[in-house]
């Protein structure tokens, strides 16, 4: 099985004016053709140093995918720094200036001198017809070694990929099989207890266990490598029941399920009417469930109540004389750290759970939200007997 590494080229990228959505696109094509990604990297418009990055990742990888610098541009440099790293010259296509100039022929455009540098090729190298833009990628092969460069824009080169690029690797490197990814979701659980209680699975080969921690929440990743979907779906299976076990209702969703989306069905399902209130710095609970149509309105205050009073103090901040279920979430900021209180009033029914935040303080309101979500989700279930 071949391994590959991506670069995406862009000093716009390094400045952190765009974000390279191309190398997750690219990630999970590969994975479905059974390729190895070891390896992405991004760096900025400079010839010699794509150059050379371009060199360094022949030696490492059998395959190199190589997103954006193909336009007309002085500073698009791909071009130029793949012909330096196979040591050939640039080649003009006149059949692809005839291209390139009909296409902007087609929408009344005259193309200018510039354009035709998109017509130049490294010699010997496969060019890539691009149906969607003016900048056709290309292919250079020496030895069991590809270098694959496409156009950076991502409808373009996610087209170029589909239709030309995965065939021809599949077929180059006689590829059989796919990997498979299932994600499963985890929300109040921190991650030291997560990594406790899929230890035993972390060392498996294949299928294989990985943990991605984010604020509340953790991310199980089960990964398996065969030679058809349904026997990847079998492996992943025989992992994933094991593990449900262990965390039972911890899970609340897979793959590209949300936090938020889980708890506004598990609200709407309830089919009554609940109202919000939170308290804080700024809004955020509010922001993300005032919509949902079983809030019977959401409420926003900056008064900060101190914990010690808050059971006495938030009845009268969630004034309630129809008697509807009240979710409350109180969040501030101290030197130890972030304070939030969640929490449920309703006749007959009172709960509240106070949490602290010591990491990153950017990461701090998706932390607040998450805990406050998780609450909310677990404490859901006991509001079903609740009559109106």
């Not at 696109?25 to 794509?50: E, K």
């Not at 250079?140 to 070694?145: A, D, L, T």
């Not at 991605?212 to 492996?235: C, F, N, Q, W, Y």
Request: hydrophobic content about 40%; glycine content about 6%.
């Amino acid at each position: 099985m071949p391994n590959a590494e991506l670069i995406a080229i862009g000093t716009e990228l390094l400045l952190g004016e765009i974000q390279d959505t191309n190398t997750h696109s690219i990630a999970r094509m590969l994975r479905g053709v059974n390729i190895d990604l070891f390896r992405s990297t991004i760096i900025g418009d400079n010839v010699g140093r794509i150059a050379s990055l371009f060199n360094e990742a022949l030696t490492r990888s059998e395959i190199v995918i190589v997103t954006g610098g193909l336009g007309p541009t002085v500073d698009d440099y791909t071009r130029e720094a793949a012909a330096m790293a196979f040591n050939v010259e640039l080649e003009f296509h006149p059949d692809l200036w005839e291209k390139i100039a009909t296409r902007f022929s087609s929408r009344g455009i005259l193309p200018s001198e510039n354009n035709r540098r998109q017509a130049y090729i490294p010699a010997n190298a496969i060019v890539i017809d691009n149906p969607m833009g003016t900048a056709p990628g290309f292919m250079v092969q020496k030895g069991s070694r590809t270098l694959v460069c496409l156009p950076g824009v991502p409808r373009e080169m996610e087209a170029i990929m589909g239709d030309t690029v995965l065939p021809f690797l599949v077929k180059s490197y006689s590829l059989q099989g796919l990997i498979k990814v299932r994600v499963l979701h985890v929300s109040g659980v921190p991650e030291s207890r997560v990594d406790q209680l899929v230890a035993d699975f972390e060392t498996w080969q294949n299928p294989t266990v990985g943990l991605l921690a984010h604020p509340g929440i953790v991310d199980i990743r089960l990964t398996a490598k065969a030679e058809s979907e349904t026997r990847a779906d079998e492996m992943i299976t025989s992992l994933e029941r094991p593990i449900r076990e262990r965390f039972g209702s911890d899970i609340f969703g897979v793959d590209d399920e949300t936090l938020v989306d889980h708890v506004r069905d598990m609200i709407t399902a309830l089919d009554r009417k609940f109202i919000l209130v939170e308290a804080g710095d700024k809004p955020l609970m509010r922001d993300l469930l005032a919509d949902s149509p079983q809030i019977l309105r959401a409420e926003y205050s900056t008064q900060v109540l101190p914990v010690e009073s808050l059971e006495d103090n938030i009845s009268s901040l969630a004034a309630n004389p129809a008697h509807e279920p009240v979710f409350y979430f109180v969040h501030w900021w101290e030197d130890t750290g972030i304070k939030s209180v969640s929490g449920i009033i309703s006749p007959g029914f009172t709960r509240n759970t106070k949490n602290t935040y010591l990491g990153p303080p950017a990461n701090g309101d998706s932390w607040i939200t998450n805990t406050a979500l998780d609450f909310i989700r677990r404490n859901l279930p006991e509001i079903k007997q609740w009559k109106e």
